[in-house]
């Protein structure tokens, strides 16, 4: 039932302390006397949670509580959104009325992690918001490293390590900071991770020095308040999740700002092997919210990620505000980013040839076809009835002679 419930092994979650101890995992080059400025500012802290379980909800502020200097917590802001469990009603409130720095609110419907996590800002009241989803766990001095970067120029945006908590025993994995990772996307509008570039490893004398990241995963990160709210905070046209991270990311990069991954900040989270939340069916919630981010921020780039959804649109609504805060920020082009950002990332319109490969042999109606379901990752790809959709059909030929999506 544990299982079905949360998508993680609950009833071992319970069998563990909410204050247990993780090992540190910082390179020696964090702890250095003197690292981080003296004067940080502070924070709050925004959690959103649906239906969460009791154990791992307080595992999460406990961490926070346990393992952060309590000058730097202004509050902890759980927004609830919308549970129907009761374990996360009355008991939940009772229990929190003994931190005095935990604050509840609840939405009155479903509102989903975009808006939940925009509800939770309108509440805060210090100069940093620091976004966690609620089963993760903060190890030591996490926060100090996050807050630094932001003293020491508020434009930039700042995101832990993400260490994996097992779904099924809830160890905590880490490891330092040469197995860091940065954000990336490919053009179906996906976060992924990437190794630190070549030309960003010279930039450091440490590996444990924050890196700039293109993009970030989305559910952990610190901003400057006033920095988050001139960028717009996030789209309000964004429906429940997907799609908000890179938006954030982008127009960090485009209007002024910088985006990093801190290596000296560690945060553990359970990663779910399928969501148990259940939602309205019907509307493609991610492909709507990346038609809006591709609309507003892409420029001509977007006809990449058009392609991969079959030049279908769809109703994406009005995004002519979006467009006009763009204009306002006088934000870079897209064009920019790629160049100076992500010039990793391969450029369809580079490619020499792109479609359909199709085998002209064996009736010459089976084209290479590369399943696109979690369950097939790193799988081979395989063939199938040519459906001439796109999709999961269309590859490209780039100039170095691979065959790639």
Not at 23 to 50: E, M, N
Not at 222 to 238: A, H, M, P, Q
Not at 265 to 286: A, T
Request: with cysteine; proline share 5%; glycine share 8%.
């Amino acid at each position: 039932e544990g299982w079905q419930k949360n998508a993680f092994n609950q009833y071992v979650s319970d069998l563990i302390s909410v204050h247990r101890s993780l090992p540190d995992p910082r390179d020696p080059w964090c702890k250095v006397k003197g690292r981080y400025l003296t004067k940080l500012p502070a924070t709050s802290i925004i959690i959103c949670f649906h239906n969460e379980a009791w154990s791992v909800l307080l595992r999460t502020v406990h961490s926070v509580i346990d393992r952060s200097p309590a000058h730097l917590i202004k509050e902890i802001i759980l927004v609830d959104d919308f549970s129907d469990m009761p374990h996360l009603k009355r008991q939940l409130d009772e229990y929190m009325a003994m931190y005095p720095k935990v604050k509840i609110l609840r939405a009155s419907r479903r509102e989903g992690l975009i808006r939940a996590r925009l509800l939770g800002a309108r509440y805060a009241s210090a100069p940093v918001l620091t976004y966690l989803d609620s089963h993760c766990e903060c190890a030591q001095g996490w926060l100090e490293p996050l807050l630094d970067r932001i003293a020491r120029d508020p434009t930039t945006v700042v995101c832990p390590v993400i260490d994996v908590i097992d779904d099924t025993t809830l160890e905590y994995h880490w490891r330092d900071s040469g197995g860091v990772n940065v954000g990336g996307f490919d053009w179906n509008l996906q976060f992924n991770w990437h190794v630190v570039p070549e030309r960003e490893k010279k930039r450091h004398k440490d590996p444990a020095e924050p890196v700039h990241s293109p993009t970030m995963a989305g559910g952990l990160f610190s901003i400057d308040r006033e920095f988050f709210i001139k960028l717009g905070t996030y789209d309000s046209g964004f429906d429940i999740w997907g799609g908000e991270n890179l938006e954030l990311s982008f127009k960090t990069w485009m209007c002024g700002g910088t985006l990093e991954i801190v290596p000296c900040s560690h945060v553990g989270h359970i990663f779910r092997k399928r969501s148990p939340y259940k939602w309205k069916s019907g509307v493609n919630v991610l492909k709507r919210n990346s038609v809006r981010l591709a609309q507003v921020w892409m420029d001509e780039y977007s006809k990449y990620y058009y392609q991969r959804v079959g030049n279908d649109l769809g109703d994406y609504g009005d995004v002519s505000v979006r467009k006009g805060l763009r204009k306002r920020l006088g934000c870079k082009s897209f064009k920019w980013y790629l160049d100076n950002v992500f010039p990793e990332l391969f450029i369809p319109g580079d490619a020499v040839a792109s479609g359909e490969v199709r085998n002209l042999g064996y009736g010459a109606k089976t084209c290479l076809d590369s399943p696109a379901r979690k369950s097939n990752l790193h799988k081979p790809v395989g063939l199938y009835p040519c459906h001439r959709m796109g999709g999961n059909q269309y590859w490209m030929l780039s100039k170095e002679g691979e065959i790639r999506r």
